[in-house]
């Protein structure tokens, strides 16, 4: 059906008038840079109107919520049917510290947990590992056995909490998560009734955080497709992946390369999947995306809106999916950490609020909004507070929720919206012509590209056209930190000890035993959660598996610099 | 024509926050130093490659608070190898109470969030390593 | 015709089969509420789409910034060219202590000054008199003479910076010392810029800042729009102000509705008791409104307010000159949305109000402290608050485009129905015979109070939301640094008062405030006078006794 938004005659008499308008007024004036741009480097008009939208097919294009092309939302009743999760980063220290973090922020109305782990524990190291111990309990909680996932979770509902395990890169996450259903198990709660998201992303392993002796993507993306797998088999209600576009554009990405790869990405897992023999219909429905909300309001919705579009194209078009739900684009978002300062760190509760309302009005599913003392520490009680009310202030006060899509129809926020669909479709083009996400990543083209990204940031930072609050303009000489720094327990000692007890109690025999299975399993290709689910509660610890893993898979050195 | 002076730049332990190492890493090398890229490294590896490398200053970079750990451990080994000649700086997150600390244990300087490029190379070429 | 009609055609057989699938949506998953509405409780729809916005003309309704209607703002190039004006409102303690904020507030990046007094200055009286007892600084800062105000402006550069001066019933007193202080560091009118509020029609609708009747009070500001047009064109002499009526507990419409009335009162006032032509004066004319905590409502009320103002100026009052067609207006964040609880919350909510402003295209901006709720802004919170603005000039990027959310179908859709609805308030005020009439009918303040006390049945039945008060409450108090006034200021203050008393030509100054009287007696323009007798170092509270004395004290009805 065509519906052609404005016809030809309005469209030629408002270009008329556009000229007519720019040259007898807007032409006269000064304005403070020659030309203006979005933070991703988009170039930005003075003034749209509809002769910006001038092909614009409104069902083609916009259409209704809750249907094809889901531009404006993927339910049909949005935020006055649910609001998106309020879910808030936590992790820190000892499982205990972290567990009393997750009670207080669902006491404080949080409506799902959003669990980091530490440097070791994302990259399959245990606590007591010589190569760790200056990382361990930093930046997350410490996991090693599946007696910690126990008490990191200890009184709280999991079959009732939605619960989210950032456990970024493959290697570890085939094990946390693992532990993660296997303690479900031992509670005694049905697999149906878990919901959550694991990250499990191959890119971050490869391509984003690069630490030394990583998997080759090939296996890395491996290992995400069997717990991909795993969850259509057993755990129906669980995302197994969600697709870390925020943490490509904390790397440095722009905004349609956060989209661009992350679609990607999702392209590389379903054919890995379908060759597996998978309908798309049976695990798409579950695939995740987690993206940034930066500085760029506008872009940021923009951004949103063109990922629905472009991916439900993408599944309809190349996967032939037929459920609706394969064909929702679905994210968190988490504000950008990047943009936040150390100078004036109270200033980032401004920015936090303005990257969470860019968020909802682009149609998120779940928020976490960062906390303002996040570029020096590990948010305290006061200020991990501060960011969950920023999210229940939008949702409560502003009455931002009280429509679908609200920026539908402005002539700049469609057109920017095309311009991002348009650009994330070059790049995808230029994907596939190098044979997909993984080859790229494996000829360094990813690496190229973020590194490259990320220094023309630095460089229109440098010169002043980025402006930052505190940073490169309205600076405060010797300012004192107004801020109260949050002191990470000791948490090596502890993992330590409980490592060592733990491998004190437990039979050496069976602990081989299983990690044998585990190597034969990687040499029949088989899905290696099978086996994990219960293999972690001989116990195992994750620094074992993840041995294994490196010794059949060896490591891999990323093309970077 | 004046020799370029080599620089070892590396991410502390498990830190896997590569984009601000990459892009001064880019930048040092534009400004004409000579640059040693290794990624994530351990005290003991870091002051061996410097040995090997011949390094006339080391970069170290973390953002995940493991500095107070493994910083010391660096300058230990640097001590024990006799390596007094070869700088050290430090960039990252930082909260500030440590910069004093650092500085004791014989940082020559920390670059905290937001310092710009101009900053650092300003301080190197003052230094005359550019 | 902006829709082609094919579109409009199917897309309501459309919408009527997504309303379907939304029934059977909403049967599965019931809406988390029943009534979706804004702060104002202004209905809101599910979706808006090209039929809710299907009569609009572009080149009539929406077209060009700095073309008529205004909509998309006045300025052609919007914020690429030139911000919105930084304007953090402050004063307290004595002229001094202000004086100090200002040079801080100055080198922290501020374009432009504010000024609150305390309570005493605002109401007319000297800081000796009993009813000020323990007020001196308390609110803002204390001002009895010409030499306060001279300590005041020390070092700041008066053609230069732009003041503002949040001062009402003795407005003349305080513009009169504004002018003199200029005079004496040898600046001439021509040059000085600034803003007094000057709006007492508000005041008897809302604030309750009362000193004379309504008749009387609107003669002292059309002198001064007159004295401004003859002698300090560039001063705007009326702030005509929205702020306080919303503050008071008015709906969106109301504070709109209410605000232009109020403007196009002055106007014709001007125009029937001076006999200006309405573009002398139109062009001075500005505006002052809140920002609220509904994010698009106040987006959509700023941009109606410009196109409402556009057409009764160019319509109602004939003016050719496009200068006076602008709606030029200061915007507040909203004092009232904030919470003593939780204080960092406020800083939140204070950042999506200020968007709002910006994005409806306000030409100044205040953004309230964290701290307000209890007291005078500390030094570290007025510091977040103007950052909050530095971010989104700066960091945001809503600037490199002029008024994004045009053509949104919620924005223009709630757009032209606030312009609908204040239109017929504005109807309904004419009919009554003009807002002076309304205003002796009580019909501004009883529609207020009746919107006050609704909203807070909402908040207190819970069908509005105040985060930390009627929801995620804490019993733990968050603590923050207060500002805390001095009470020896006060003697201090008087002691100042009593020595410029002792020292002044008392004959001279008496003479001044005798001409005064005479020239409201004989229904002069009283700015003249004003400044001699300012000149002469009479008070505040002498000016203002000569209004009480020749126009009357007024005591407000107190209707509800």
């Not at chain 1, 006269?28 to 170039?43: A, H, I, M, N």
């Not at chain 3, 409009?8 to 029943?34: I, N, P, Q």
């Amino acid at each position: 059906m065509k519906g052609n938004v404005f016809d030809r005659g309005t469209i030629d008499r408002l270009k008329e008038e556009r000229e007519r308008w720019h040259n007898e007024c807007h032409s006269k004036q000064r304005e403070f840079k020659e030309s203006f741009r979005t933070l991703s480097g988009f170039p930005v008009e003075p003034l749209y109107t509809p002769e910006h939208l001038a092909d614009s097919d409104y069902f083609k294009d916009l259409g209704f919520p809750g249907e094809y092309p889901y531009i404006r939302g993927v339910h049909p009743t949005m935020y006055r049917g649910r609001t998106w999760t309020h879910r808030q980063l936590a992790g820190f220290g000892p499982p205990e510290e972290t567990n009393k973090r997750y009670k207080f922020l669902l006491e404080q109305g949080a409506t799902g947990i959003n669990g980091t782990y530490d440097y070791p524990s994302l990259r399959g190291y245990d606590s007591d590992d010589p190569e760790v111990w200056a990382d361990v309990g930093r930046g997350g909680v410490a996991i090693d056995t599946v007696e910690d996932m126990g008490i990191l979770f200890d009184g709280i509902p999991i079959d009732a909490v939605s619960v989210s395990l950032v456990s970024c890169q493959p290697i570890g996450n085939i094990s946390l998560q693992s532990m993660y259903f296997a303690n479900a198990k031992n509670r005694g709660i049905p697999f149906e009734k878990l919901t959550g998201t694991s990250q499990n992303d191959f890119l971050m392993e490869t391509a984003i955080t690069i630490a030394p002796g990583v998997l080759p993507p090939q296996a890395s993306i491996k290992l995400s497709c069997d717990a991909i797998e795993y969850c259509t088999k057993y755990i129906p209600r669980w995302n197994p992946i969600s697709f870390a576009g925020y943490n490509y554009r904390e790397a440095g990405c722009t905004a349609p390369q956060e989209i661009a790869f992350c679609i990607a990405n999702a392209i590389a897992c379903s054919e890995d999947l379908i060759k597996r023999g998978y309908d798309i219909d049976t695990f798409a429905p579950r695939l995740s995306f987690f993206h940034s909300a930066h500085n760029d309001f506008f872009e940021e919705i923009a951004k949103y809106r063109a990922a629905r579009r472009i991916y439900c194209a993408i599944m309809k078009e190349r996967f032939g999916a037929k459920n609706p739900r394969s064909l929702m684009y679905r994210f968190h978002v988490q504000t950008a950490g990047v943009a936040l300062t150390a100078q004036q760190p109270l200033n980032n509760v401004a920015r936090a609020a303005y990257h969470a309302l860019a968020a909802v009005l682009g149609g998120a599913q779940s928020v976490h909004v960062d906390a303002y003392d996040e570029a020096l520490c590990t948010p305290t009680e006061l200020s991990s507070l501060t960011a969950l009310r920023t999210q229940q202030i939008i949702q409560k006060e502003t009455g931002v929720t009280n429509t679908v899509d609200p920026l539908g129809g402005s002539y700049f926020v469609e057109s920017l919206t095309n311009q991002m669909e348009e650009k994330v479709n070059d790049l995808l083009e230029q994907i596939d012509s190098m044979g997909g996400i993984v080859k790229a990543v494996e000829k360094g083209w990813v690496h190229q590209e973020i590194s490259e990204a990320a220094s023309d940031y630095q460089a229109r930072m440098e010169t002043g056209e980025l402006p930052v609050v505190g940073v490169n303009c309205c600076v405060i000489e010797d300012e004192d930190l107004p801020v109260e720094l949050f002191e990470s327990p000791e948490t090596v000692q502890i993992q330590t000890e409980k490592l060592k007890r733990i491998k004190k109690d437990r039979s050496d025999r069976e602990a081989q035993k299983a990690l044998d299975a585990v190597y034969r399993c990687c040499e029949k290709d088989g899905n290696l959660m099978e086996i994990l689910v219960d293999a972690v509660n001989v116990p195992i610890t994750e620094g074992e598996i993840s041995k294994v893993l490196k010794r059949f898979y060896s490591v891999w050195d990323p093309p970077l610099f | 024509m004046k020799e370029r002076k080599r620089i070892l730049i590396a991410r502390l332990g498990m830190d896997a926050h590569w984009r601000g190492s990459i892009v001064v890493a880019r930048a040092l090398r534009n400004a004409g130093m000579e640059v040693i890229y290794v990624g994530n490294q351990m005290p003991e590896r870091i002051v061996n490659t410097a040995i090997q490398e011949n390094v006339d200053i080391i970069g170290l970079s973390s953002l995940s608070g493991n500095h107070m750990a493994l910083v010391p451990e660096v300058m230990r080994l640097l001590r024990e190898e006799k390596l007094d000649n070869v700088m050290v700086i430090f960039g990252g997150t930082v909260p500030p109470h440590d910069i004093p600390k650092l500085k004791e244990i014989g940082i020559a300087e920390v670059f905290g969030p937001g310092t710009s490029l101009k900053t650092i190379i300003g301080f190197l070429s003052r230094e005359k390593f550019i | 015709m902006y829709f082609t009609k094919e579109l409009l055609d199917k897309t309501s057989r459309m919408r009527k089969k997504w309303e379907d699938e939304v029934k059977k949506a909403v049967a599965k998953h019931a809406d988390l509420k029943g009534d979706w509405s804004t702060v104002s409780s202004l209905p809101i729809n599910r979706l808006y789409g090209p039929e809710d916005i299907k009569d609009t003309n572009f080149e009539e309704d929406i077209g060009y910034p700095g073309q008529f209607p205004y909509l998309r703002g006045n300025q052609v190039t919007g914020y690429r060219g030139r911000y919105w004006t930084f304007r953090m409102f402050s004063g307290f303690g004595t002229a001094k202590d202000t004086n100090q904020r200002w040079h801080q507030l100055l080198n922290a990046g501020q374009t432009g000054l504010s000024t609150a007094f305390d309570f005493p200055t605002l109401m007319g009286y000297d800081t000796d008199d009993p009813k000020a007892r323990g007020e001196c600084g308390k609110c803002g800062v204390a001002i009895d003479t010409l030499e306060d105000f001279l300590v005041l402006v020390d070092g700041i550069p008066m053609d230069k910076i732009t003041t503002s001066m949040t001062i009402n019933p003795p407005a003349t007193a305080l513009w009169a010392m504004y002018c003199a202080a200029a005079e004496i560091k040898g600046i001439p009118l021509t040059k000085i810029g600034g803003t007094i509020q000057n709006d007492m029609l508000k005041e008897f609708i809302a604030q309750k800042t009362l000193m004379c009747p309504p008749d009387p009070s609107v003669k002292l500001i059309s002198d001064t729009v007159e004295f401004g047009t003859k002698h300090v064109p560039r001063w705007n002499t009326i702030s005509i102000s929205g702020y306080h009526i919303r503050e008071a507990g008015s709906t969106a419409v109301q504070e709109l509705a209410f605000t232009l009335r109020d403007g196009m009162e002055y106007v014709e006032d001007v125009i029937r008791r001076k006999g200006l032509h309405v573009d002398e004066f139109g062009p001075r004319l500005s505006f002052f409104f809140n920002s609220h905590i509904d994010f698009f409502e106040e987006i959509a009320k700023m941009r109606a307010a410009r196109r409402i103002w556009a057409k009764a100026m160019r319509d109602r009052y004939k003016s050719t000159d496009e200068r006076s067609w602008w709606m030029r207006f200061h915007t507040q964040t909203a004092g009232c949305s904030l919470t003593a609880q939780q204080p960092y919350n406020n800083v939140i909510r204070t950042a999506t109000e200020a968007l709002a402003a910006v994005l409806g295209g306000t030409q100044s901006l205040h953004t309230n402290s964290l701290d307000e709720v209890w007291c005078l802004p500390s030094d570290f919170a007025v510091e977040i608050a103007l950052r909050t603005q530095q971010v989104i000039a700066e960091e945001t990027g809503v600037t490199n485009t002029i008024d994004p959310l045009a053509g949104s179908y919620f924005v223009e859709a709630l757009t032209n129905e606030m312009e609908e609805q204040a239109w017929d308030y504005i109807h309904k005020i004419d009919d009554m015979g003009g807002m002076v009439a309304a205003i002796d009918r009580g019909f501004p303040q009883m529609e207020l109070a009746d919107a006050a006390y609704k909203y807070q049945q909402q908040v207190d039945s819970s069908e509005k939301i105040m985060v930390g008060v009627n929801k995620y409450v804490t019993d733990e108090e968050q603590e923050i640094p207060l500002l805390e006034i001095d009470d020896a200021l006060e003697t201090e203050q008087i002691n100042r008062l009593n020595e410029v008393r002792r020292k002044r030509d008392g004959k001279a100054a008496k003479k001044s405030l005798d001409d005064l009287k005479n020239a409201c007696k004989k229904e002069e323009n009283v700015m003249p006078y004003c400044i001699e007798a300012v000149k002469n170092l009479c008070s505040v509270q002498e000016i203002c006794d000569v209004y009480r004395e020749v126009f009357g004290e007024f005591r407000d009805p107190a209707m509800y």
